[in-house]
């Protein structure tokens, strides 16, 4: 199966599973469960805005690091930004924040909600390259799913 057959797939299983619920966390919780097990990334999850933070949500993968200044590493900058940021070769980012030393590729996409940012999904993978822009287009779908955001 093509990439874009996985997420065309992918996307209404999980439009499916948050349709019914409107916690955030628990939409988090299984949108990152289902990202994570069709693609086998290393590392798929949430970071939340809390305060001037980003804070460790749900997610699936090894320990990660719970909290994140704006501007800082992938997920800092994405969020600074308000705009989603692919990376071919994280030791290539200046101040790439590195929680596993098999990650090799990030992409980051922001959740926003009445026009701000309210928390970022943050996918790492163990080969290099592994985002382009058909990855960016379908996740910035996906996190639109996720209604509700605290
Ligand atoms: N690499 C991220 C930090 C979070 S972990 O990858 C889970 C960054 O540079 O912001």
Redesign the pocket.
Known sequence: MSKEEKYDTLYAEIASVVSGETDAVANMANVAALLHECFQFC?T?F?RVVGDQLVLGP?Q?PV??TR?AKG??????AWARGETVVVDD?HL?P??????SA?RS?I?VPVIANGQVTGVL?I?SQYLKTFDQTDAMWLEKIVKLIKCVP
């Open positions: 590392w999850g970071y997610f993968g990660a690091c994140i800082r590493g992938v997920c800092g900058t994280v980012f101040g790439h924040i590195a929680c596993s990650s990030e980051v943050d790492d």
